[in-house]
Structures are given as C-alpha cells and as structure tokens.
C-alpha cells in the first residue's frame, strides 16, 4: 500500500514563497513520474507539475515561471518551490503519480492560503 505525506503548506502573503514536501512510502516505484495537483475552494483537482524520473518537467501555464518541481529518488521524496504566490494559488496540495498507470491512493494534502 502506497502512501503520500504532504507537508510545508500554510498562509502566506500575496508574493511569498513556500516550499512543498511528499514523502512516498510502501511500495513504490522510483520509476513513477509524480505530479503535484490542487484543488481550490469550489473548484476541480488540477495538475500543477510533473517531472519524470529522469527531472524533465511539465508545468501548468498558470505557474510557469513561478514553482519549481524536484525530486529525490534516493529519498522517495518530492518538492514544489513555489514562489511569487498569488490569491489564485490558494487550495490544498496534493502529490502523485503521473501517467498511464493511473494515480494512487491520495494523502491528506497540504493547505496553502494566500492572503494579506
């Protein structure tokens, strides 16, 4: 059994930055491209960012050149830098894997607000 741990979400002020966590543990697979996804109030989980095994990285225009997705395989552990955050930002965070092999069980998220 797969289980995500995200972590490092709270409030912020509009321009701030944060740094997000997962943690996979169970059986998971290196291998797996992972993805960071959120879900606002009132609105569907969307993806943020993938990033391969190998770190080629895909980000939503609505981010892009705003977060950063990283990971270490070594540690099973995945990070989204997010900076120059933005009211729209506000919503939980999720991580998980990316791909045709379809997402596994989701953590309990972490919830980023941005407000002043």
């Known amino acids: 059994q797969v289980q995500f741990v995200e972590s490092g979400g709270g409030l912020v002020q509009p321009g701030g930055s944060l740094t997000l966590s997962c943690v996979a543990s169970?059986?998971?697979?290196?291998?797996?491209?992972m993805a960071w996804y959120r879900q606002g109030p009132g609105k569907q989980r969307e993806l943020v960012a993938s990033?391969?095994?190998?770190?080629?990285?895909i980000y939503a225009d609505s981010v892009k050149g705003r977060f950063t997705i990283s990971r270490d395989n070594a540690k099973n552990t995945m990070y989204l830098q997010m900076n120059s955050l933005r009211p729209e930002d506000t919503a939980d965070y999720y991580c998980?894997?990316?791909?045709?092999?379809?997402?596994?069980?989701w953590g309990q998220g972490t919830q980023v607000t941005v407000s002043s």
């Open positions: 990033i391969t095994h190998f770190g080629t990285t």
């Open positions: 169970g059986n998971i697979r290196s291998f797996y491209p």
């Open positions: 998980n894997r990316e791909g045709p092999l379809g997402r596994l069980p």
